[in-house]
């Protein structure tokens, strides 16, 4: 069926250095995307999201990018920070979908000094 | 503050006893929705409700029950039908269904012993 998911399951960062975590989906009716951001024992957090008809949309110290030939994803953290340590998830909605978001099994970003 | 609230934070039951978990929200907002956590993948959709006394089914929706008789209240039973209930249960809410955000809550860890 119809998926979303991500390449890394841990991303090793260190300090001021940037990241990238990846997302593949898989469903091309797929228009709607977010990220969210979950620290440990606590909810997600919204992150940034964009829809089908953008391929970049910048935030503070983060720009997702959509790449809808091949399906794909991304989220750049900019100068990254220890509180940036968490588990990334992409998630994505189809216009028809009601609301239903799809998500993937996330990426572990650990940040060293 | 507004925002969404899940009590308890930590839940211990025996096997066997159905256990109601709570969501409450004060953002005004139509949509609710139950998630599944478990360890190291991402969320799945129990129950949803698009509006006070409607809702519908997830993709894993056996084992569970939701009332919304309110549009500020969401609860969840997780009855002695679920087969393994022990997880991360988070609740989420929206303007509506469709193309918004959905904002989460702190969660509810369970634990069945």
């Known amino acids: 069926g119809e998926s979303v998911g991500l390449h890394l399951p841990t991303l090793s960062v260190q300090e001021g250095d940037n990241s990238i975590i990846n997302c593949a989906y898989s469903?091309?009716?797929?228009?709607?995307f977010i990220w969210y951001k979950q620290e440990s024992g606590k909810g997600p957090q919204f992150i940034i999201d964009?829809?089908?008809?953008?391929d970049k949309r910048q935030g503070q110290r983060v720009t997702v990018l959509l790449n809808k030939t091949v399906k794909h994803l991304s989220l750049q953290i900019a100068a990254t920070q220890p509180g940036d340590s968490a588990v990334y998830f992409c998630a994505e909605m189809t216009t028809d979908s009601w609301g239903k978001l799809q998500f993937g099994a996330g990426t572990q970003v650990v940040v060293t000094p | 503050d507004g925002g969404i609230t899940q009590s308890p934070k930590y839940l211990f039951r025996k096997e066997g006893q159905n256990v109601t978990l709570s969501c409450e929200q004060n953002l005004n907002h139509d949509a609710m929705y139950w998630y599944r956590q478990d360890p190291g993948q991402g969320l799945r959709l129990i129950y949803y409700?698009?509006?006070?006394?409607?809702?519908q089914k997830g993709d894993i929706a056996e084992g569970y029950s939701v009332s919304r008789e309110k549009k500020e209240s969401f609860p969840l039973t997780v009855t002695s039908a679920q087969k393994n209930p022990t997880a991360f249960y988070l609740c989420?809410?929206?303007?509506?269904?469709?193309?918004?955000?959905?904002?989460f809550g702190p969660g509810t860890r369970l634990t069945v012993l």
């Open positions: 964009i829809r089908s008809n953008m």
């Open positions: 989420a809410s929206s303007i509506g269904t469709g193309i918004n955000e959905q904002f």
């Open positions: 469903n091309s009716a797929s228009d709607y």
């Open positions: 409700s698009q509006i006070v006394n409607d809702f």
